[in-house]
């Protein structure tokens, strides 16, 4: 049994019950329909304008942030896992990488970037 | 083999006899073909089971935190409620939302839905009960299952309703922040155990588990894991995409029916996935107890199914994270931030460093006293 | 030596009324100043902002607190009643005076510019008496929907279900005030102001809202989770009571009080009853006031634990919710054994109450104090420490003192802005002045120290439970009252201190057994009025929190 | 450094104040419950007897009852909740009687203000704890409370009245008294 | 089915009030012919959705705070399963109508029930809700809240003390026991 095929597998099996599950629930349940029952739901108010306007997420700057380090993640993982073989070798050379990567941390850090504006 | 007699309520010995009798009479496409099927038809049956029971379990140990019962008037101690829900839910009708976005509306779930399935499939239950075992694992998990958060970004997007936005947006913020951490905290193990694949870091945990192992260092990880993981599900005091006293539902407020069932069953899958990664990582995962050179407390201790272990352990950190839930008030949105980007962030990035200079120094439990662990 | 000071204080207090009778008179000369109830000024309706914000800078004793607005319909004059007190001490009051004669288009001169508190209060009486004022940046009607037929509180409405009929349809809402403003030519201008600005994130929070406590809609403007603005919306629970007062008897009345401010329901009770028996000169039995008063201090412990269990739960802690709810059913137990009601209680009557206690009732309420006791040590260590809710609530929603004057914000809000504001300590009623207890006040203004004055105001009305609960007198619990109560022709006022700040009566009565014009003061409309003011620049989770610690009920301000 | 050492100390309060509010909830786990399973304890569960759910019209074995329709609870009811008709009739004696017809009670408006109560002259009604009573129809909560075929009670029963006053301690605030006497200039309270 | 087998724990059915609803109403059902097998099928799914209730408060006075003490821990409402109390109305069964409706509130109260998923039920909590109570005379008071949407059961009270709020829902329970699931879509 090779790896991917059980991978298909499980992705299939996730997909299969959402779409049984949903086909039972639409084949059985009761419908009504009215007028206002697609309308979306703002405690009880039609709603003004459409939600999908330009909408200020504060936290982009993190989000820059998390691809820095999410990258950095990418490569620290199979250093990892091998960081036994490499010896001190390895932890000097990766040491560089996560000093700077903390430098850069504590450099937003100083400039006020981790507060939420 | 010797082994498996003396456990003779293992799965192992179905599984070997199930594909021998198989072997004999079919060819290798059908063979494999049943053998899928029937790991899918166990999966599912496994994931609905779970989510079932842990809700009931929820529901029952809140209760007792909050000084109350619970459900208790369904079957015994109440302990179909949840089988009355599912019965429930499966027959209540689907809205159909005027003015959303109805591809991305009705695909959201099934994000949700089977990155927690995938990441299910990974779990090793117990011996031979492990679907998926990359040599990748503990990237594989990672990756797969912060696919969840698209479901939930998507959900708040797509319903066109503005609470839902603005829990998806928080969504956000908590998914670029608590997914470094949690990645952070198994990588610190990866770097003890040496291998990202799952059955060879339990093995690797026979005598000594990784918590133990790396004292210090694991112990941060832990915690640290623990705090993220809980994030990462949106629930307890990071539920902020939800939010129920301040944006009504959330990102769900448009899902009904079983829409909104698939989010509610994968929120409490993917606590038992987050405490099953632990105890996969940190706590030995299906393994039993064992000393090494104690013969017979190992024997006895092997007598009790690997899955029964593998269940145990879950179930304790299940509780952890109850406990936490039901005791602390919820974060906002830049206190959440500020947890990870101030605290858990850098403390993880120093404690990667120390778990390397453990490493190559010798100074983790197995070098240190390699007679006892 | 205790007589003399008494004396000299009443001396005291001649001669700075006498002051500022001659300060009245110097600024408006044509001011009638009446010695009733309350020193009773009327002016003619262009000299009223003058006037008003003369006496608020009159250094000496300023009179900036403004208590309420009150609209009547005088028959052929449409006026508004003002009662203003001093901040500094409450017990200082006075009724100011204005009306029109022009029933068709009833103008009057707003005083939002000076008393905050103002604005709501005048779109009400626009509402209700459709008295529009000059200069008000916001003259929509607060609680009726802006297409109702007629004025509901004139004597001459038209109640023909017809003209207002029940419409289900939802309409969208209208974010444009008209108001009418003066310009430097001394010429009235109408015209409209936008609330909003043209692309701004509107949602709605409210009135279904888990916690807006009740049916309250804010329509909040938001900046990505940062509030920009509120607007506040009211009425979706306005059961016209002060109207349906005018047809009944005062007994009758009584039971719409408990319905007000359910939470306070005897307090307010205690309110009305206090009016009535103050025109109508009954006197109520000892025995009677001492279970007044620990069925107040009662009342205000268990709407003090919701207050708790509420602000916790709009903070997400559940648990806490639970527990609160929990010790405040012990008190509710007590109230059902007393007066066969949970909330609704209905204890007191005009003279005395309609109860007497039952046999065990000491031994519970002493055994519940010592069990509150030690559930307050709890709720310490379990929340008031925690460091999420501390940061949730430290420096959050912070009020200043001069904010909480204007917007006559009382109560432990008020309290928590540094404002002594106790009337139970200034303008003692029922037993408070032969009891011993502190007025708790905190300087920061933050949620956090409107959340702890809660906590400590629980503490002391254990204190003066204590006090009181060995001391029952014997005698009768009511005082011998005529079946039907007439009060004498006449303006009748009354404050006491309900669990959210002063609740305040007036009567005006003309002889009949219906009251003329009754009128509530909620102190829930101060602290939902300040609410914009606070809540601006705050996140989302905070509003709702600080919605938490203000702790506001709906139908007390809708009425 | 000192904000170095505000870091710590900060992360340290903070750990020990969340554990602390563990501790709580730990031990709340452990204790009694304090719940009450209602329809399983309906036979042990306690109603304070003051509680007011229902009102009643006190019969006695001889299906006889003290209400004189003088409709004072009707007047004083400040929602219209009571109506009580009566009929004329002629006694033995030949003189003309107002007796009770129907005593009509909506349940579903009531208030439990008590006012009804307190002002019967006659004490023929009073307020039960009984609290199941949930309905389908609104109809069903619109009550004749004096039963089919009863009648008053005649006067030298009252000397001892059968039935015990519905709050034992509560005392009457108003004067019945006083209230026969203005009766018949009370108009209708609306 | 008969109205004898509709089991409420811990009260016997002939102690309920008003059994005569549910007996015309089966009767109803038996006289359009209900498929024996479908019955059964219907009794396990009205099981479930019996004891899955899951409401959503239209709590607007008195009676949402004495809901709130019914579900805090000295009344328990989770032991009938009905904690769980949803805020949208896409995901509730219920819908608590607790406290007055007036005319400012009936568009939005009928916008929130419209907006609820089916099968849907409405209690009204209080006298208030149920005919406006102290303020039926009052010219803002919608007498009733049955005047806007239809009402399954009425819990009398002012307010109702939570004992009867079980009380009500209990009756709910063995309404949605004796209904006709399958086959009824509209209902």
Redesign the interface.
Known sequence: MSSLSLFLTVFLTGIILVVAGLGIAILLAPQSFNLQKGEPYECGIPTHGTSWMQFKAGYYLYAILYLMFDVEAIFLFPWATIVRSLGVQGLYSIMFFIVILGLGLAYAWKKGVLKWS | MILNYSQPLEVTNLTSWLDSTLRGSLSEFWVLLIEFVIVGALLLAAYAVIALILIYAERKITAFFQARFGPNRVGKWGLLQSVADMIKILLKEIVKINRSDRFLFFAAPFFMIVASMLTFGAIPFGKALHAIDFNIGVLYVTAVSSLGIIGVLLAGWSSNNKYSMIGAMRSGAQFVSYELSAGFALMTIVVLAGTMQFSTMIEGQRYCWNIFNGHISSMIAFVIYLISGHAETNRGPFDLPEAESELTAGYHTEYSGLQFGFYYLAEYLNMFIIASIATTVFLGGYLPIQVKGWVDFNGIMDYIPSYVWFFGKTAVLIFLSLWVRWSFPRLRIDQLLNLEWKYLLPINLVNIVLMVILVLTGLTLTDLLPGIF | MRIDQRNKKTFDIYNIMENIKKLILNTVPTAVIEEKQKLTVTVTFDKLHLLAKTLKENAALPFDFLVKLIGVDRGEELGVNYLLCSSTDLSKELVLKTGTTDRENPLLYSITDLFETAQYNEREVFALLGIRFINNPDMRKFFLNADWVGYPLRKDYDANPELNPLSLESVDMIDIAPRITENEKGELVEDTVNIFGEDDYIINIGPQHPSTHGVMHFRTALDGEIVKKIDVHSGYIHRGIEKLSESLTYPQILHFTDRLDYLSANINRHGLCMAVEKAAEIEVPERAQYIRTIMDELNRIDSHLLAWACQTNDLGATTAFIYGMREREIILDIFEKTCGGRLIINQNVVGGVMFDIYNEFQKDVKSFIIYMRDKLKEYDRFFSHNVIALGRMVTIGVLSKEDAINYAVTGPAGRGSGWSCDIRKHIPYALYDKVDFKEIIRTEGDSYARYLNRLDEIEESLHIIEQLIDNVPEGDICAKVKPIIRLPEGEYYSRVEACRGEFGVFIESRGDKFPYRLKFRSPSMALVSAMPLICQNEKVSDFIGIGGSMDYVIPDIDR | MRSIAKYFSGLFIGISSLLKGMSVTWRELWTKKVTQQYPENRDTLVISDRFRCELVMPHDENNEHACTACGICQMNCPNGTIVVTSQMIETEDGKKKKILDTHQWDLGMCTFCNLCVITCPSDAIKFENTYENAVFTRSKLVQKINHEGSKLREKKKEVKPVEAKPVVEAKPVVEKKAVEEVKPEEPKAE | MELKNVN????PTAEF??NE??ENYIKELEANGVNVVLSKIDE??N???S????PL??????C???F??T??????I????M?????????A?LMIVA??M???????????Y??M???KYVVAMG?CA?????????????P?V???IP??????????????L???L??LQR?IKVEQ??G????
């Not at chain 5, 408060?57 to 008195?62: G, K, Q």
């Not at chain 5, 989770?78 to 399963?81: D, E, L, W």
């Open positions: 409420i724990k811990g009260i009030n008003d609803y549910l396990l799914i099981w479930g959705r004891n899955s209730v899951w408060i239209y709590a607007t006075s008195c949402g705070i004495e709130m003490a579900a805090a821990a000295h009344h328990d989770a032991r009938f399963g904690e769980v109390t949803r805020n949208s109305p896409r995901q069964d406290g007055t007036v005319h400012k509130m009936a568009p939005l109260i009928k916008r929130v419209d907006q998923a089916e099968p006298a149920i005919s406006g109570g102290p303020f039926i005379n009052s010219y803002h008071v919608v009733g049955d005047q806007i009402v399954d059961v009425y819990i009398p009270g002012c307010p109702p003390r939570p004992e009867s079980f009380y009500g209990m009756q309404k699931f399958l009824n879509k509209q209902r």
